[in-house]
């Protein structure tokens, strides 16, 4: 994220933000995420190291686990919506409330009916706030 660059050249300055995965990494990212130590594990003739200090954690990037993400191994990372407007939300009219709408059914039947109308939109505004991994080498 921090390598990100505008147009122009200049760095834009993106922090990451969120981690969002699937509901069968959530642990794992908390782990990564918030963990006090970070253990690094090898195999074979590899050197096994653990740091005393987990440097993601001073990163403060919130893990989100989300049930309709299909990809069981996929992540995303999404930026600081302070410092990126990655997604805009449109409301139709202007209006950020829900209208409802209540009336009467017929004679023949007791209670009311009730329609809630809630018209918004969203698209991505800034490629840049997000990234995602296949989650694979």
């Not at 202007?94 to 059914?105: A, L, S, W």
């Amino acid at each position: 994220f921090l390598k990100q660059t505008d147009a122009a050249g200049t760095p834009i300055n993106v922090s990451p933000r969120f981690l969002l995965v699937h509901p069968d990494l959530k642990y794992t990212a908390r782990e990564l995420t918030k963990g006090v130590v970070l253990g690094i594990t090898g195999g074979g003739d590899t050197v096994q190291r653990t740091p005393t200090l987990n440097v993601l954690a001073e990163d403060n990037i919130e893990p989100i686990a989300s049930p309709y993400l299909t990809d069981a191994v996929a992540w995303y990372l999404f930026g600081d919506p302070r410092q990126v407007d990655t997604f805009e939300i449109g409301y139709f009219q202007g209006r950020k409330v829900p209208t409802i709408e209540q009336g009467q059914v017929d004679y023949n039947h007791l209670g009311m009916w009730f329609r809630v109308i809630f018209g918004l939109g969203v698209r991505e505004q800034d490629h840049r706030g997000m990234v995602k991994s296949k989650g694979k080498a």
